[in-house]
């Protein structure tokens, strides 16, 4: 079988037709092969596929490419790189092997990046060595699969999905994305199971070793949900964001009140059913999220003061100043709800009891030189306390890059002494508002920021941490 033929038999190799048993197995674990997840993640229009054929054999067979999938299509109307491992062929590979000569796309036009990397890294032995193949699937172009990832960041979105254990090389890819989802169950970590056997002679299990759980309360993770379905309606969501920066005006009836929890104000601010919150479960004493104003999308910032009065500790501290750099990369005005007695320190001993003291650590200084290269409009709302080191954590320092307003509602707290240094809190507003206001004066001055003209280069990468 020759030419046309053998194309044809290669190709209907990969179908999830041609594969039953994989199919059914991977369904009975809540699974999706890695062509449904391309299926239900990119309209059904457009689509391009890349590397689907893999190599030739010395009779002139062509060969289909089964570690994995690469795809350029849309979502939303808008063009991305869709790529996804599949685990169930010896662990894996990056895609079907064409990541490299896509990320160079992506960076021309500017392409979104999703990514479903679940896998073991690079693979010792290729299932394909030994065979006498001709391969087709060699890199060219200035990337390969992983250093790609690092130049795309803060460039254009990219978005990793891990709903299965993920190490070595295809959990530097999660770490280097600007968002990361995975499931519970899954693991992230860069030496696997046998590596850790090998060295320690301890046998765990990959989640046991590096479970996503573990990553989602230590920041390592940007959501995590319940299966791979919601992860796909989650990576949706989160680009929508950036796909449709300016929407239609969305109603919001809620009315927001002085002394409310900050969840409440939150809703009584933006625009209803828009709150995207990131990292929840890290640092909860400060929020950050993605939200809509008037359909307009921005970055939303702000302390709860029911945890911790508001404090800020390393870890939050660590969530702001990435916070702000996700918001500057992507153009989204920044509105920050300040209410917080000021800034912490977690110390941990040998037993992992946890203390927390007042003051301050190098940590604290990340975000306020995250503020200083910011060029992204942030609007400072006071809702109560702004304690020692707050206001320039939560909106940057007073002489450089100072927010497009600063509003105070009229029950703060001003005028208070640092006891941490001879300076008195920072009382000087642009004007005290009734709290019931606040969404008309954020609505309105947005209006009178336009959307910024496309760059032709990025301001800075986003860390990857």
Known sequence: MKGRDSLKNAREKQSDNARVEVVNKLATKGHLTARERINRLLDSDGRVEYGSIAAKTPDGEWISETGGVDFIGSIAGQTVIASSTDYTDHGGGYGAGRLGRLYQLALTNRWPVILFVDGGGSRARHPRTGLGHIETSGTFGKFNALDGVMELSGWVPTIAIVSGPSFAGHASIAG??????????????MGGPPMVEAALGQRL??????GSEMHEKTGGI???VPNEEAAIYEAKRYLSYY??????????????????????IIDGIIDADSLFQLRENFAPSVITALARIGGRSIGLLANDPEIDQGAIDSRGASKIARFIELCNCYEYPIVSLVNSVGCSNLWIDKNQNVTSEVGISRWHARPIMAHQRRTVPLLAVQTGKSFGLTESVMIGSSNENIPAIKLAWP?????????????????????????????????????????PPPRVKKKHRIDSW
Do not use: C, M, W
Not at 176 to 189: A, E, K, N, Q, R
Not at 205 to 210: E, I, K, S, V, Y
């Open 176 to 189: 280097f994305s600007d968002f990361l989802i995975s499931t519970p169950g899954s693991s992230i970590g």
């Open 411 to 451: 029950n703060i707290e001003v005028g208070r002494h640092d006891g941490f240094s001879a300076v008195i809190d920072h009382d000087a507003f642009d004007d005290v508002i009734q709290p019931e206001e606040t969404r008309n004066y954020l609505l309105s001055l947005l209006s009178h920021f336009p959307l």
């Open 243 to 264: 796909i449709h920066k300016n929407n239609s005006n969305e109603p919001q009836v809620l009315n927001v009140e002085e002394g409310a929890s900050i969840r409440s």
């Open 222 to 224: 940007d959501l995590l």
């Open 205 to 210: 299990t990959p989640n046991q070793l590096a």
